[in-house]
């Protein structure tokens, strides 16, 4: 590398830092440690708009400031997930604390991951001396920490399974029964399944109506359990079945023993948990099954079924995760399999264990099963049905909604998949921390759904010769030359063969939210944002970012659905799940898998609204605030002269939306970036607003995307919230001084339309 070419990304650096609000004298020495740290390699440096050095320079004065309080103290201590044996068996623990802290040499932390929640254990650094591993091990943890993808990186611990009660994780067994012990055999065995504290598969055994009553599950038996014999044996001592109708299960003692039924949330299925006088406890569990289609599947091939069905897709258990649900669970598996012919059972359970529940799909249509167990919502019936038809060009990718119904929504949510089947793949819900059992209601949709006023003509019609590619075959990444469809990102298509975007176009995407600056932006001449407000006079256009698109072939190209150059609208293909943060923000959604940079997450759903509607309702209905936060679709309103009201669009998710719904806000160096996506319009009004990750992102972090918000804007107070995203670069944090607030809040489009999220 020539020292011009050193000094002349010397100076773009220091300009970038200059933009942020750091000092050349501030950034310079850091620039220059970072330098000596990475080898005189810049790539690191220049990576995420200069991402390392920003993060540096806050270390450093962080650490200045330390050092003036508490010179040579840890404050705390790394915890690696496998060296911390008195975390609770459902804690997150996070690595955190800044790397590699150099007193000698001065020398900046460079990209350190760090806590997002006070609540979390971090580290101050890498000290070999206070981890129990070996020096290799801390060697290479420092060396991961070092590496900024590892920011942010939570480890869930799975639960452990209790002593006593590993009813749950090991259902390979096939001699299972369950044998109370009572101390005094008069005194009968009671079990309430709604019991929370019995639902949390606690280490506390029991404690029925201070009875002193114990119930444990364990494996000491050799009998070996059939789900047929029980109920014959139940049924030989009616005495000791105490039936309740009511749905919310009974308990009962009857003198000679006790018993339990549940009925809850499954129609088809009756369990009878009953006590003896000789201190046995037999389980029932009565299913509908029509017999003449029925076969009686073996247990362990049952319980293995339940296992992937359940326990391999939440991947942890939730708190709530309890016997009854389980049965629930056994019950529908025994039904779905044993309603199988035995030479079909051992293929359909090979597709089932692929992630996805195929065959409970297929057999939905058919004989009833026992009903998800599902999140009942409160609130009244849909006032007006929902009618969707495909619009015009018929192989659109949005719907039209006849009828929204806004006041009274209904909607449960399964917690196994909240799409409800809608998705490729199951997106749980899990509750480790929130009170609220499931998130509120609101419809799924995986697809958006177009508003009777806004203007979307989906025609294969409009697409015109250069705007599809009908001679190309299979996969046009693999042709020699690229397609028409790659002439919206200059000729080169934005995806690698792997379904990834590009890094050049990724990182360009990135810049054109952290750095808006130094991109274009529309002013328009009567912003719709401001028309829709009826002010008079309007405020001036703030100015829209002009965004890069993505343009993916469609129906009318002759490539295959499989082809490289299709990925948003293939649909989400990683493992997800929502889940109920720690840290004060409601739900949020995280990946279960590791992704790479540049991994297509999920697309943000919802109705496509007018900017008008949208206003409207906001002025109008109050209800569900906390979800309002509609997308402009503003990403190239310059290219086609004014905007009709009809075609200045937002997305909604309030009331019906995807899985998108659920990604909370960060500021600034959120892991997720939004990207537009043109798929069946060739006009820039409306397009797909995908989520793609913009760096590698760890299993079970948490997804987040920069909104745009401006904290400190108070003029519309009902639509803000208090900003938990545990950033430094928050917007909302104290520390930041004036000029960088400004300019990060810079950084985000329409901001002062507090509420409205651009993409
Ligand atoms: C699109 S929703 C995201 C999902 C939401 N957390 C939930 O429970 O459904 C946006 C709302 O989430 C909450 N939220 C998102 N990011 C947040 C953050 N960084 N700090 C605090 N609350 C946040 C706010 O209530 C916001 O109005």
Not at 309 to 320: G, Q, T, W
Not at 375 to 397: P, R
Request: charged share 25%; hydrophobic share 30%; glycine share 6%.
């Amino acid at each position: 590398m020539s020292s011009r070419s050193n000094k002349e990304r010397a100076r773009r650096a220091l300009d970038a830092m200059k933009d942020l609000g750091f000092s050349k004298k501030e950034a310079a020495p850091v620039l220059k440690s970072l330098l000596k740290l990475f080898d005189d390699s810049w790539e690191p440096i220049e990576d995420e708009c200069y991402r390392a050095l920003a993060d540096a320079i806050l270390d450093t004065r962080d650490r200045h400031e330390v050092q003036g309080l508490e010179r040579g103290s840890h404050s705390t201590r790394m915890v690696a997930p496998e060296e911390d044996h008195h975390q609770p068996s459902t804690s997150l623990v996070i690595y955190g604390g800044p790397c590699h802290v150099d007193n000698e040499t001065d020398a900046p932390c460079i990209k350190r991951p760090r806590t997002d929640s006070n609540n979390f254990e971090a580290s101050r650094s890498v000290d070999p001396k206070l981890s129990p591993s070996s020096s290799v091990t801390a060697q290479k943890r420092a060396r991961q920490m070092m590496d900024e993808d590892f920011q942010h990186a939570v480890f869930l611990r799975e639960p452990k399974p209790e002593p006593d009660m590993d009813v749950a994780p090991s259902f390979h067994d096939t001699q299972v029964s369950i044998v109370s012990h009572p101390p005094d055999a008069a005194d009968p065995l009671a079990l309430h399944p709604h019991d929370q504290n019995q639902s949390k598969l606690s280490a506390e055994p029991y404690v029925g109506n201070n009875k002193g009553r114990q119930i444990q599950p364990c494996r000491t038996r050799t009998t070996s359990a059939s789900f047929v014999e029980p109920m014959d044996s139940m049924a030989k001592q009616p005495q000791n079945l105490q039936c309740s109708s009511d749905h919310t299960a009974a308990m009962d003692n009857i003198g000679t023993g006790s018993a339990v039924e549940y009925t809850k949330e499954a129609p088809c299925l009756h369990t009878v948990i009953a006590s003896s006088t000789t201190g046995d406890v037999k389980m029932s569990i009565q299913c509908s099954i029509d017999p003449s289609k029925f076969s009686m599947p073996s247990l362990e091939a049952v319980f293995r079924m339940v296992e992937d069905k359940c326990l391999r897709s939440y991947r942890i258990l939730p708190p709530s995760f309890s016997i009854s649900s389980l049965i629930n669970e056994i019950c529908q598996c025994v039904s779905q399999m044993g309603n199988n012919h035995s030479a079909e059972y051992n293929a359909k359970l090979n597709i089932f264990s692929n992630g996805r529940d195929l065959q409970s799909e297929s057999m939905m249509g058919g004989v009833p099963l026992v009903e998800p167990i599902a999140c009942m919502s409160k609130g009244g019936s849909v006032e007006e049905s929902l009618v969707l038809e495909t619009s015009e060009g018929g192989q659109a990718n949005s719907m039209v909604a006849q009828h929204l119904a806004l006041s009274h929504l209904k909607p449960t949510h399964d917690a196994s998949d909240v799409s409800k089947g809608e998705e490729k793949v199951r997106i749980p819900v899990v509750n480790e921390f929130g009170s609220d059992k499931c998130p509120p209601s609101f419809f799924y949709i995986p697809r958006n759904l177009i508003s009777q006023k806004a203007s979307i003509n989906i025609s294969a019609a409009r697409i015109d010769g250069k705007d599809y590619c009908d001679d190309c075959f299979g996969n046009c990444l693999s042709a020699p030359v690229p397609c028409a469809c790659a002439r919206e990102t200059g000729g080169e298509f934005a995806y690698t063969p792997d379904g990834l975007v590009r890094t050049a176009f990724l990182d360009e995407c990135v810049s054109v939210n952290r750095f808006p600056e130094k991109h274009h932006k529309f002013f328009c001449e009567y912003c719709p944002l401001k028309r829709s407000r009826n002010e008079t006079p309007p405020e001036p256009c703030r100015g829209h970012r002009v965004r890069k698109f993505i343009k993916e072939c469609w129906s009318k190209c002759g490539c295959s659905m499989q082809c490289g150059n299709r990925v948003v609208q293939r649909g989400i293909a990683c493992n997800l799940q929502v889940f109920s943060t720690q840290e004060g923000k409601g739900w949020g959604l995280r990946t279960l898998d590791e992704l790479p940079k540049g991994a297509f997450v999920c697309e943000y759903v919802g109705e496509l609204l007018t900017v008008t509607e949208v206003h409207e309702r906001t002025t109008q209905n109050e209800r569900n605030a906390r979800y309002r936060h509609p997308i402009v679709l503003d990403a190239d309103w310059g290219s086609e002269g004014v905007l009709k009201d009809e075609e200045a669009l937002c997305l909604d998710a309030t009331f019906y939306g995807n899985v998108g719904r659920f990604i909370n806000h960060r500021c600034y160096d959120a892991n997720l970036i939004e990207i537009p996506v043109e798929v069946e319009t060739p006009d820039h009004h409306y397009y797909h607003v995908a989520f793609f990750t913009s760096k590698k992102v760890e299993a079970f972090e948490e997804l987040t995307w920069d909104y745009g918000i401006d904290f400190d804007d108070d003029k519309d107070p009902d639509r803000a919230f208090q900003c938990l995203c545990g950033s430094r670069y928050c917007r909302g944090r104290k520390h930041l001084s004036m000029e960088q607030k400004k300019s990060f809040s810079e950084m985000s489009c329409g901001l002062k339309d507090k509420g409205l999220m651009t993409a």
